[in-house]
């Protein structure tokens, strides 16, 4: 298992089209960047195709808003034959100072490597990964 990256899987800047009724970011656009930063880690660890079969322990801590630069730090907790579970922690920098550092989300994300068929299929682990 390769250890976590020193740097973001994803790094997006926040936008107004994000938001829900109170103007704060959505939490679904966050899920889904998690859900896609969890996948790039699976693909880093030497996955191809995946499905993600389960999110869990999802915690808010803090809301994110528009302008927020918004970072998908990932690491691999463990690989199993056909799966693998990520961990993925959200971070934002609020406004001009990069020391305003806030842990808004976390979870853990589940995938299941598959085959052309849908069918789980054996994960052949990276050694270097990629990137
Ligand atoms: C994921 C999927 C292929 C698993 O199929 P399955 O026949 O249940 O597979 P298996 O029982 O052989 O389990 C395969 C692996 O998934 C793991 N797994 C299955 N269900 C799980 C769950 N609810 N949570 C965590 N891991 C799970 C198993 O532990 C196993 O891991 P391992 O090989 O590392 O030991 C199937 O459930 C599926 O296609 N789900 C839909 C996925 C999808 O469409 N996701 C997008 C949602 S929009």
Partial sequence: MLPPWNEPA???LMMPR????????FGGVILS???QAGAI???R???????TVSMDKVVFHEPVF?????SFWTETL???RTSITTKVR???IRGNDPSARFLVTEAQVVYVNVGEDRKPKAITPLPNGFG
Avoid at 18 to 25: E, L, P, V
Avoid at 45 to 51: A, E, T, Y
Avoid at 66 to 70: A, N, P, T
């Fill in 45 to 51: 660890q030497g996955c191809g195709l995946i499905v």
């Fill in 41 to 43: 880690e699976a693909r």
């Fill in 78 to 80: 463990r690989i199993g």
């Fill in 33 to 35: 960047h998690i859900d």
């Fill in 90 to 92: 959200v971070e934002a």
């Fill in 66 to 70: 528009v302008g927020d630069l918004v």
């Fill in 18 to 25: 994000d938001t829900n009724a109170h103007g704060t970011i």
């Fill in 10 to 12: 994803i790094r997006i």
